[in-house]
């Protein structure tokens, strides 16, 4: 069992920046790779960025260039930077993890509880 708690939400205005955290917890951390995942209003829940075992990271095109996937070498801890935010960024953010290093909601094992992100304009 693996147990993420995240933390670092929050308001902040269009333009502005964020760090949201995940800390993890449980057995065998260092097999499973590590996501964050956001869900707006009336969205599905989208991959934004992942981090696999090996350090390799993948993010989605709508968070290229604006937003950092990182980790602890004790991989107990998950950060993601967010910076120039915009209002469409606005949503809840998901900590993840999962063995297969797919962007995709469908191949998580676990979930944290998620924390809300706002962008005002």
């Known amino acids: 069992q693996v147990q993420l708690v995240e933390s670092g939400g929050g308001e902040v205005q269009a333009g502005g920046a964020m760090r949201l955290t995940c800390k993890a917890s449980g057995d065998g951390l260092s097999i499973y790779s590590m996501a964050w995942f956001r869900q707006g209003p009336d969205m599905e829940r989208e991959g934004v960025a992942a981090?696999?075992?090996?350090?390799?990271?993948t993010y989605a095109d709508y968070v290229k260039g604006r937003f950092t996937i990182s980790r602890t070498n004790a991989r107990n801890t998950l950060y993601l930077q967010m910076n120039n935010l915009k209002p469409e960024d606005t949503a809840t953010y998901y900590c993840?993890?999962?063995?297969?290093?797919?962007?995709?909601?469908?191949?998580?094992?676990?979930w944290g509880q998620g924390t809300q992100v706002t962008v005002s304009s």
């Open positions: 993840a993890a999962f063995r297969a290093f797919v962007l995709s909601a469908g191949w998580v094992n676990y």
């Open positions: 981090i696999d075992v090996d350090g390799t990271v």
